[in-house]
């Protein structure tokens, strides 16, 4: 079973720049996965930041960035700021059996 | 004002059945495919089904551990979707969340979530 991997936890520094990945335990993670990125708070629903690797979804700021890296996609957050702290979740589609499966999340601290 | 809204949740025992159901309103519901995304007490968010538009088939995928217990459905007259759960354990214990897509674009729009609880 492909598992979808991330960094449990990462940390930035108020105005620094942070890049989280999303990879599979077996293979690259390619735009064919069609990669997309959430951001949770605590009691509320994931918001969507990125789908299609790149594409930001409607008001979100262009600080967040998504992209491959090597072979796992990537969310990049510059000039962090103390909102941004978070639980970050990568989600990628499985076309061959039509599955979408969130990778274990990552908790973001702006310290 | 785009919005889904679960109803539905509450406390069933193992070996039961529940249904939650999700209205929305303020997009073109009948284009859209409708997933439902759980997430478990303390845990991450865990892809459980989608059913695709009319026009894209109107088929239904899920997760390998609910397939063959859980049955989404949909009525676009009534801008709803449900959930059918049966056989359920504890481990299906979460949060539910309706959402709009599951496909290339993700998850674009999302409810507020319902609480479901599998205990004895």
């Known amino acids: 079973q492909t598992v979808v991997t991330q960094e449990p936890t990462l940390s930035v520094t108020p105005g620094g720049t942070v890049t989280l990945t999303c990879g599979l335990t077996?293979?690259?993670?390619?735009?064919?996965?069609?990669p997309g990125w959430y951001q949770q708070t605590p009691g509320q629903a994931a918001r969507p930041l990125i789908y299609?690797?790149?594409i930001r979804s409607s008001g979100v700021p262009d600080r967040f960035s998504g992209s491959i890296l090597g072979n796992k996609a990537a969310l990049t957050i510059t000039g962090a700021q103390a909102d941004d702290e978070a639980d970050y979740y990568c989600v990628l589609y499985m076309g061959s059996d039509n599955n979408c499966v969130f990778g274990g999340g990552a908790k973001l601290t702006v310290l | 004002e785009v919005q889904l809204v679960e109803l539905g949740g509450g406390l069933v025992k193992p070996g039961g059945s529940l249904r939650l159901s999700c209205a929305g309103s303020?997009?073109?519901?009948?284009?859209?495919?409708m997933s439902w995304v759980r997430q478990a007490p303390g845990k991450g968010l865990e892809w459980v089904g989608r059913?695709?538009?009319?026009?894209?088939?109107?088929?239904?995928d899920y997760a390998a551990p609910v397939r063959g217990r859980f049955t989404i459905s949909r009525d676009d007259s009534k801008n709803t979707v449900s959930l059918q759960m049966n056989s359920l354990k504890t481990e299906d214990t979460a949060v539910y969340y309706c959402?709009?897509?599951?496909?290339?674009?993700?998850?674009?729009?999302w409810g507020q979530g319902t609480m479901v609880t599998v205990s004895s």
């Open positions: 959402t709009t897509g599951g496909g290339w674009d993700g998850f674009d729009i």
């Open positions: 299609r690797t790149n």
């Open positions: 303020g997009f073109i519901f009948s284009n859209a495919w």
């Open positions: 059913i695709k538009s009319k026009t894209a088939g109107g088929t239904t």
């Open positions: 077996s293979g690259s993670v390619s735009p064919n996965y069609y």
